[in-house]
């Protein structure tokens, strides 16, 4: 199975949330906040119509997560962050989210996205990260903030086809691959340094100029995959 394989497998199980007991207008909010993922938003009416306002979240018909319509809709109006775990009500639907296909991403909101697993691995200080810049020219960009990354005791591994001459570095590993994997898609993956509960990825491929597809995760099973498929793949080093 390739990185393509993987995105394509989770934008085969689209998932539902169900508004029960709300005005159409809740259910239309939700469908433009979830425009660009790949979630089904329907209604439905208990005969009592109790307990209230509530959402459920399921997939395959088997409903996975449940919350209050008020609590999940002032969670996103908060703007919870892409890749963030807490103990709120909401955090459980989520949570579960997070393998859920996005669309049309642009790179400004892949970068808001990727900064946040830096920002964790940084956090952390130590473990392997794994980042795919898709060519030289993109990641001579960002060489600032991962040469100090890579001052760090986390292990920084970049990953870019050489549509220019390398530049200067010296704090991480650079695989120079001239795969059409590589030029199209855009992944940022930390291995939790120790801690399970940090794992986390980012992993897209670029459909359409400047537009990405794919999804992000913190489930351990499918971080450890795509790590291991990397290092299996690429792992080749440049000298």
């Not at 999940?72 to 859920?100: C, K, M, N, V």
């Not at 040469?147 to 760090?152: A, D, Q």
């Not at 086809?161 to 898609?185: C, K, N, Q, W």
Request: proline share 3%.
């Amino acid at each position: 199975m390739s990185l393509t394989e993987l995105i394509a497998g989770v934008e085969d199980h689209q998932k539902t949330l169900t508004v029960f007991n709300a005005g159409p207008t809740a259910a239309e909010d939700l469908r433009e906040r979830f425009a660009d993922r790949n979630v089904h938003v329907q209604t439905e009416q208990t005969e009592s119509g109790r307990p209230g306002e509530f959402i459920t979240l399921s997939e395959d018909e088997a409903v996975i997560a449940a919350a209050s319509l008020n609590s999940f809709t002032d969670s996103l109006d908060e703007g919870r962050q892409y890749i963030t775990r807490d103990d709120s009500p909401y955090a459980s639907i989520l949570d579960h989210l997070d393998e859920t296909m996005f669309t049309s991403w642009s790179i400004q909101r892949m970068t808001a996205a990727s900064r946040e697993i830096e920002d964790r691995a940084w956090r952390v200080g130590q473990g392997t990260l794994h980042a795919g810049f898709q060519t030289l020219s993109t990641l001579q960009g960002e060489l600032d903030l991962y040469e100090r990354l890579g001052e760090t005791d986390v292990d920084v591994h970049a990953y870019a086809v050489p549509d220019v001459e390398p530049p200067e570095y010296s704090t991480f590993s650079l695989h120079l691959e001239r795969s059409d994997e590589i030029a199209d898609s855009w992944f940022v993956v930390f291995d939790g340094g120790g801690d399970p509960t940090q794992k986390c990825a980012l992993l897209a491929e670029e459909r359409e100029p400047r537009e990405f597809y794919g999804f992000w995760t913190y489930d351990e099973s499918t971080v450890d995959w795509i790590i291991d498929y990397l290092e299996e793949t690429y792992g080749f080093l440049e000298q």
